[in-house]
């Protein structure tokens, strides 16, 4: 890179840079939460009403909420983004043996909540330029490595198993192209679960993420655009499928004034409405944390260009979140060197995700090529994130 700064150069202007923006010397993390509204209040109603568990009313308020942004028409809160998942899974069809189309460079829940399904996770590429999957990737493996099995069913031809779903991932809040993935999958009549866990805010095509697929999920960590401390939601059009994940996340009891009667495996994983209270209170800042973070990417674009270093921007037809601003080393002894002076001078950095077929419990999942996967997951570092407080 002629004429550029060395990997020590860009380290030391990029910390100064990310300080000037937070106007601070002290520890600056990837991505916290702010609560400078009405946080305290809804908590403290919600306490005051007795209604604390996933009864209250504020765990229907935020789903109403929810669909109103999202633009969806049933929405289901859950304890958290791998539950949605999990339990968004199981509504798809995902059963013991079935197997479940990914990506390998997500978090690791992804993964997990398919083999709490008892299948297994099949990797394909991603496209470098969003980070999230490769339609062309996804339709090569259909083309070359499937069959419809003499009962109908799709098959893997290099496992025997059946492929019931795929999940593209989001990933650092940009949309992956979910219209393209969205046709394959209905041409191989695949269900299609969204996980847009770092999504809440973005859009691909004017639609919200989650909304393509079958189903969808969003996460509220506390790292999250918007958080309720720990929780999660099932978004769909489909109102079968939405009472249908609403009944395995509360223990798949049926409605009796007061008998115990369920009747399959579910699960404890609705939200309560403590964290449902602080998820509505966030909700109204939604929107201008969405546009503070956009013009914080603005300045990282700014910056980065400068140097000569590429700025992971939001790909073409899509309005992101921007979750994490990210950008791609040169190598990776430049990303590791750059992470490691970062984070020595308490500036958080982080790479991308493992990949998950380098980790043990995955790698002998059956995969495609993936090339692109590890090209980027050897360059990308993702900088601090968070809503710009003097911005507000």
């Known amino acids: 890179m002629t004429g550029g700064p060395t990997h020590f150069e860009l380290a030391d202007k990029l910390i100064r840079f990310t300080r000037e923006v937070y106007q601070t010397d002290a520890f600056i993390p ?30 229907t308020e935020f789903e109403e909420r929810l669909c109103q942004y999202t633009g969806a028409q049933h929405c289901v809160a859950t304890v958290n ?25 997500t978090f690791v829940a992804t993964c997990n909540a398919i083999r709490y399904c008892g299948a297994r996770p099949v990797f394909v590429d991603i496209n470098p330029s969003r980070g999230g999957m490769c339609p062309v990737s996804l339709q090569q493996f259909l083309s070359d490595s499937t069959h419809r099995g ?26 992956v192209e979910i219209d393209r993935i ?33 189903l969808g999920i969003f996460s509220f960590n506390g790292n999250k655009i918007i958080t309720t401390g720990g929780g999660g939601a099932i978004v769909t059009d489909n109102e079968a499928l939405a009472s249908q994940a609403r009944h395995l996340s509360t223990t798949a009891k049926r409605p009796h004034p007061y ?38 990417a603005g300045q990282y674009a700014a910056f980065f260009d400068k140097q000569g270093y590429a700025f992971m921007a939001e790909p073409e037809g899509s309005r992101s979140n921007y979750w994490f601003n990210s950008f791609l080393a040169k190598d990776l002894n430049e990303r590791n060197h750059i992470l490691e002076t970062l984070n020595g001078n ?12 380098t980790l043990e419990l995955y790698r002998d999942c059956h995969r495609t090529d993936l090339p692109n996967t590890e090209w980027l997951e050897e360059r990308l570092v993702s900088v601090p994130s968070s809503v710009v407080p003097q911005w507000l």
């Open 259 to 296: 008998l115990y009667h369920h009747d399959e495996l579910g699960y404890n994983y609705r939200m309560p409405a403590l964290n449902a209270a602080l998820g509505c209170a966030q909700l109204d800042a939604l929107p201008h944390y969405v546009e503070n973070k956009r013009r914080l």
């Open 81 to 105: 983004g791998t539950a949605a998942l999990h339990v968004a899974l199981r509504v798809a069809g995902v059963e013991l043996g079935d197997e479940v189309i990914t990506q390998s460079l």
């Open 150 to 175: 003499p009962d109908g069913e799709l098959r893997n031809r290099h496992t025997g198993r059946v492929i019931k779903a795929c999940v593209p991932m989001h990933n650092i809040g940009h949309p």
């Open 30 to 59: 990837l991505h916290a939460p702010l609560f400078l509204g009405s946080e305290k209040s809804r908590v403290s109603e919600a306490v005051a009403s007795g209604f604390v568990s996933s009864v209250g009313h504020s765990v």
């Open 182 to 214: 969205q046709a394959i999958c209905r041409e191989h009549q695949l269900s299609l679960v969204e996980d847009s866990a770092e999504s809440l805010g973005s859009f691909y095509q004017g639609i919200h993420t989650g909304r393509y697929g079958n």
């Open 346 to 357: 308490e500036v958080m950095a982080r790479p991308a995700w493992t990949p998950m077929h």
